[in-house]
Structures are given as C-alpha cells and as structure tokens.
C-alpha cells in the first residue's frame, strides 16, 4: 500500500496570536511551530496501515525551511520518506493554490491513499484535503473517526452532525482525519536517530512543473484585507456571595432580564 | 456577468438544518442589498413537498434537483449536479451552511470551480458594492477580513451565527435536469442517536462540563434538559472516558456559537475558547476564582458545580 500523507506545520495551539504591524499577517517571529494536530492522526493511521499491509509511507508537505522540523516529526514516528515543497513563491498561497501545487507533486509520487488533517488549526480551511482530490479527480472521504480496507475498497466512518455515516469507495481515495481516529505515537529515540538517515526530497515550483504566477501572497484569490482582534466581551459581572441558591436565583434573573436569553 | 445569489440548502429525510434558514436569511438580506435575485438550490429525493420550506424565506426562484441518485448526500453527486446548475446561471455568490457537509461540499465545489472559498463565515457584508467575508482564524484568535477575486464566490456560513428572518414571498419552481455523472463513493450506512438529542452546533444553550465534574455529568444534563438545550465537554473530560468525541468543544472538538454557553468546571484554556468564545453569552461556574474562564465570561459564579448548578436548575424551573 503506497501512503501519502499530507503534513503541515502551524504555530502551536497555546500560542498567543499577534497581529502584525501590516494588520493582514500575524507576528510569528516568537511562534513555537508544531505538526498540525489533525496531521498526527493522519500520520498515525498511516503507519498502522503500513504496519498492517506493507507498503510505503510518504509525507508530502509545503512550507518555509523549517518545515522540515515538521517533516522529520513524522519521519520519526515511523513514515518512511518526505517530500518538502519549500519555494518563497508559494509561501502565502490560498487553500486552492496549495492543492494545486500538492496534487502537482502527487503526479510523481505513486500512491493508493492519501490521508490528511481534517483542518489545519491556522486557517481553519477545512479545504486543501477536497481540492487536492479535485485535482486528482479521486475521491474524498472528510472527517473520518475509523477506517477499515480490505482488497481495494475502503470502508471510511465519517461524523455526521448527530452520528456517523459508514462510506466506502475503491482505492486511490484520499480521506481526512478527525480527532477519535487514533492515538498518536510519540516519536521514540530511536525513531529520531533514523529519522535523520531517511530520505527527504525538496522541490520547487519550477520542479513541479507550477507557474510562480499562480501561488503565493500576490496571488490569493481569497485576500485577506485585515485582521482584527476577536470582538472585545464587556467586564464580567461576578454573581457575588457563597449561599448556592442565592447566586442561582440572581444568575437567573439576570439571564432573564439584562440577557435576555431565558 | 455573474449576478445574483445561490443559497445551496440542506435537507435529510424531508427535514432541512436550521443553518439553510440561516443562509436564506443572509442571502435575501444581500440580494435586497444589491437589488439581484435570490436563488435556493434544493437537492434530494422526493421533495415535492419542501420547496414551500422554503419560500419563508424569500427565494426569488428555487432550483429543485429531485432524484433517487441524491436521497444519500454524496460529494460526488451533489458537486455535480450543483456545478451544472452553477455553470448554467453564473451567480456572483453561492453561499453554503458550514455543516459538516456544507464544509465537504464548498470545498469541493470550490476547486471544482477554480472559485474562491470562505469557510465559516460569521459575517458577510457589502463594502461599496464588493463582498467582505468575516471569518475567524487561529481558532478565533484573530477574525479576518477577506475579499474574493473572481466568480463564483463562495461563503460558507458558520451554524447558529446569522440570524433567521422571515421574508416570505411565492418563489418560481424550476426543476433541474439531473445527471449525477460519476460518483465514486456509497453510503453504506448511517448510524445517528437519537433524534431528540439537539445537534451541538446548532444549540441554542450549551452546558458543558471539564475535569471539575470528576466524570458526573447528571447535573449537567438537568439543566440542559430543563433549559432545552445539548451537553458539551472539554477535552478533558472526553479523554477521560466521561463523554463521546462528538461532545468535545474547542480546536480539535466542535466550534459552538449559542446564545448561552454555560462552562462547568472547565478552566478555559486557550484551546477550549477557540471552541465557544463566539457564543453570545458565556456563563462561568467554577471554585477557582482565578481560572482564565472568567476572563472571557459574561457571568461567573465561584463555587462548586455540584451545588450550584442544581439550584440553577430549580431556579430555571420556576421561571417556567
Ligand atoms: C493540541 C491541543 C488541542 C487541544 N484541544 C482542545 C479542545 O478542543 N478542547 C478542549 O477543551 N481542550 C483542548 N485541549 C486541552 C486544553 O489545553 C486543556 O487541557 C483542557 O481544556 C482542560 O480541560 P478542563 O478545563 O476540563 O480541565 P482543567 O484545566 O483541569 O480544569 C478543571 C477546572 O475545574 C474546576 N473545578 C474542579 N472541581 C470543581 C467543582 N467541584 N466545581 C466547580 N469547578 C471545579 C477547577 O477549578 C478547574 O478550573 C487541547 C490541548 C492541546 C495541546
Ligand atoms: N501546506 C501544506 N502542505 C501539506 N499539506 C497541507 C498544507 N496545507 C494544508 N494541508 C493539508 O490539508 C489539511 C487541511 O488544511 P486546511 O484546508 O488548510 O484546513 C491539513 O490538515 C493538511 O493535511
């Protein structure tokens, strides 16, 4: 079974988030990046896959040059090779030009399943996972909690607001992960020791055979026009005292006649 | 030139989501806006009776794609059809309830397209005749505001945001020509609870639980029961067993806006608001008074949930 799996590396989810001083683009000079979160349910899936059936894990992720700090996570978790798309034309890309220029590198990477991250928690596009299968006329199976092949079918539960539906479909398909999938494994020690020795391609645009006209900032369709800071809420109003009943009854009153919502 | 604004509906088994309301409400108050028509796609099987669901909300025409091939929503099909129906009437907007299969869906229709896609909007606006899109990012750390080149643009619009109005007129009923074309994947099954359990997403009032609770939820589901509202968690609590992954609120759970949010023994880390923090009023129950909850509540009380939450309840109970 050939595996790809598609990384990308965010700030890390207990970062503070600062808008820069152009108001379209955050600060990340102090950020701490990470691996997408739902990308390690991807990454995992797919090497108990591998672990079940055989086959070859790829990690296929575009970024800057510390991408590859992202890349070598997976590598040491267990995947067996990583392609980095590092190009300062793609850097700023919309979700719709990222998957053009992921489902361009996947023309070169042989591949039966391609797993993804449901959403990554930066632009929470929930997007380039769908393009991508656009692109590579496949398939696509979103938010998937529990997967099962046999043969060359896939059998994918997906959530469902108030349940799951059960879908299946003949490989190639790429499917997206959602929390409740796995656990993720830790790199181990060993893991990062071999991590360093495995092979890790990095490509261009150019290699891909991708106009530089069609990606990067200059190029979104989307544009952002500024960012904001959440609404500010008003000050909090304490329900003052220590007897229950009492701070019930005023919380409820207040609910009912300065919000409104009872 | 594209004109006009496509609100693509959603139903299952004859019932629509609320977001689809949501979504006509938003499209009728920007066509109004820019003096273009409202059209409501309707996709699905047996559906003669539904498109007057819709007219409630002032659709100018609805498109109805009736077919055995669409009873079970598949992304497929349904990019398909949509698409055709796309081409054929070049609207400048399509807009989309952000469900989990309006997120499926936009997505891939958008590439389908080559359009440019806001997910989960929780405002849009015209600025000078041009399509401002509000959406957080960073889970709600920050909200941009985007702009799409191009047409088709699409918007799809976060649940239990927009306000639904109502704005009935007699809409025209066109039925669209189907051809569902290649579709790669099958339905085998849907397992969904029961019926009467009220969709996280689409609550009115939220009362959620965290670690404080040391795993009893009763409390809890009183006061959602009286207050008619679902039952949420912090990860916490669904990593310790205590409530299913379809529970959990914050960044790697469900983003939630009601109009009331009650937080019960959660902390408030950062992760968890990235959840809730667009719910309109958050009330805070927790024994410690420094827990960062407070700082982004509208109502706090310090004390034990599994004293204060019960009498919440009875409060509630007498106001009804
Ligand atoms: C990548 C990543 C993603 C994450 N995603 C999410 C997410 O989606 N959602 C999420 O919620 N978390 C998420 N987290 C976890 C998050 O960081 C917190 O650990 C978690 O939200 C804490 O849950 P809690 O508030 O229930 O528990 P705690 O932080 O332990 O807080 C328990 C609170 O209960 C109070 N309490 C205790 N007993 C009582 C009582 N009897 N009455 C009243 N109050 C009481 C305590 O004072 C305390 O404030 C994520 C973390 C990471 C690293
Ligand atoms: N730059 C990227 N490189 C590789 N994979 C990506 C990239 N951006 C997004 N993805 C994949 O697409 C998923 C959804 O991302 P998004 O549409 O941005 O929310 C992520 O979880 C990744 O699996």
């Keep these: 079974m050939e595996i790809v799996v598609l990384v990308k590396q965010v700030p890390d989810t207990e970062s503070l988030i600062q808008i820069a001083g152009d108001g379209v683009s955050i600060k990340t000079e102090d950020l701490k990046w990470v691996m997408n979160p739902y990308d390690e349910f991807a990454v995992e899936e797919a090497l108990r896959i591998r672990e079940a059936q055989g086959g070859t894990v790829t990690i296929l992720s575009m970024g800057p040059a510390k991408t590859v700090e992202t890349i070598r996570t997976a590598l040491a978790m267990g995947a067996d090779k990583g392609v980095h798309i590092n190009d300062p034309a793609a850097e700023g890309s919309d979700p719709l030009a990222t998957a053009k220029i992921l489902a361009a590198a996947l023309k070169d990477i042989p591949f039966d399943l391609i797993i993804a991250g449901m959403r990554a928690v930066d632009g929470d596009n929930y997007q380039v996972a769908p393009a991508v299968a656009e692109f590579l006329g496949i398939p696509q199976i979103t938010q998937v909690i529990k997967e099962e092949i046999s043969g060359d079918t896939i059998r994918c539960h997906q959530v469902v607001e108030g349940g799951t539906a059960v879908i299946e479909a003949k490989l190639p398909v790429l499917f997206t992960a959602q929390r409740g999938l796995n656990e993720p494994r830790y790199a181990s020690l060993p893991g990062i020791m071999k991590a360093k020795k495995k092979p890790l391609d990095v490509k261009t645009l150019a290699d891909l055979g991708v106009d530089a006209g069609t990606a990067g900032t200059a190029n979104r369709k989307v544009k952002i026009k500024a960012l904001n800071p959440p609404p500010a809420r008003k000050a909090i109003t304490m329900i003052q005292g220590d007897d229950p009943v009492a701070q019930a009854s005023e919380l409820v009153k207040k609910l009912h006649e300065e919000a409104k919502i009872l | ?320």
């Design chain 2, 1 to 320: 030139m594209a004109q006009g604004i496509f609100v693509i509906t959603e139903q299952r088994e004859g019932t629509f989501r609320k977001v689809s309301f949501e979504a006509l409400s938003e499209g009728r108050r920007l066509a109004d806006a820019k003096n273009v028509p409202l059209v409501a796609v309707l996709c699905g099987s047996g559906l003669e009776a539904l498109a007057g669901d819709l007219e409630k909300y002032g659709p100018d025409l609805i498109l109805v794609a009736d077919d055995p091939a669409l009873a079970e929503y598949t992304t497929d099909a349904f990019t398909n059809v949509i698409a055709e129906a796309v081409k054929a009437q070049d609207p400048e907007l399509i807009i989309i309830g952000a469900s989990i299969t309006g997120k499926d869906l936009s997505a891939r229709l958008a590439a389908r397209l080559d359009a440019g896609l806001a997910m989960d909007c929780v405002g849009v606006r015209l600025d000078g005749g041009d399509f401002v899109f509000t959406r957080p990012m960073y889970g709600g750390k920050v909200v941009a505001d985007v702009t799409i080149d191009g047409t088709p643009k699409i918007a799809a619009l976060r649940p239990n945001v927009m306000t639904i109005t109502e704005a009935p007129r007699s809409a025209a009923v066109e039925k669209l020509a189907v051809q569902v074309g290649d579709v790669k994947t099958t339905v085998v099954e849907r397992k969904l609870e029961a019926t009467d359990k009220v969709e996280l997403t689409e609550a009115d009032i939220i009362v959620s639980g965290g670690r404080g609770t040391a795993g009893d939820f009763s409390v809890l589901e009183d006061l959602a029961n009286t207050l008619g509202g679902a039952v949420g968690a912090s990860r916490t609590a669904v990593d310790e067993g205590w409530r299913p992954h379809s529970d959990q609120v914050g960044q790697t759970g469900k983003v939630v806006s009601p109009n009331l949010y009650v937080a019960c023994g959660i902390s408030g880390a950062i992760q968890h608001l990235a959840g809730m923090s667009t719910s309109k009023v958050i009330v805070a129950i927790n024994k410690d008074p420094e827990a960062p909850i407070f700082s982004k509540a509208d109502y706090g009380i310090v004390g034990d949930l599994f004293k204060v939450v019960p009498a919440v309840t009875e409060e509630v109970k007498k106001l009804k």
